[in-house]
Nanobody, 124 residues
Framework: QVQLVESGGGLVQTGGSLRLSCAAS????????MGWFRQAPGKEREFVAG????????QYADSVKGRFTISRDNAKNTVYLQMNSLQPEDTAVYYC?????????????????WGQGTQVTVSS
């Protein structure tokens, strides 16, 4: 079992940057594909970015490509989401999640473990 704790959210102006972190408990972090999702008020949770177990493969939603970067440090049991050029439409609660499969998946149902979320608010 994996417990996930996100941090790094906050209020930022349009065009600003934030780096989210997700710390995982347990000794098997490197065996999980990791993902970041977000959910805005009144909207469904959506995939933002994913990273393979080794960190060599990544995948992004079209809406964040070129602006967000996902990375992981297996020695620190942590996954990151660097968010640049933030826009008001990026405002949401951001969640990290862990999936047991080998391939990155954009489907939230494939992720077995979730953090509690961290709020990101981008002011215009």
């Amino acid at each position: 079992q994996v417990q996930l704790v996100e941090s790094g959210g906050g209020l930022v102006q349009t065009g600003g940057s934030l780096r989210l972190s997700c710390a995982a408990s347990g000794r098997t972090f490197s065996s999980y594909t990791m993902g970041w999702f977000r959910q805005a008020p009144g909207k469904e949770r959506e995939f933002v970015a994913g990273i393979s177990r080794s960190g060599t493969s990544t995948q992004y939603a079209d809406s964040v490509k070129g602006r967000f970067t996902i990375s992981r440090d297996n020695a620190k049991n942590t996954v990151y989401l660097q968010m640049n050029s933030l826009q008001p439409e990026d405002t949401a609660v951001y969640y990290c999640a862990a999936a047991g499969g080998v391939l990155i998946t954009t489907s939230s149902g494939r992720y077995a473990y979730w953090g509690q979320g961290t709020q990101v608010t981008v002011s215009s």
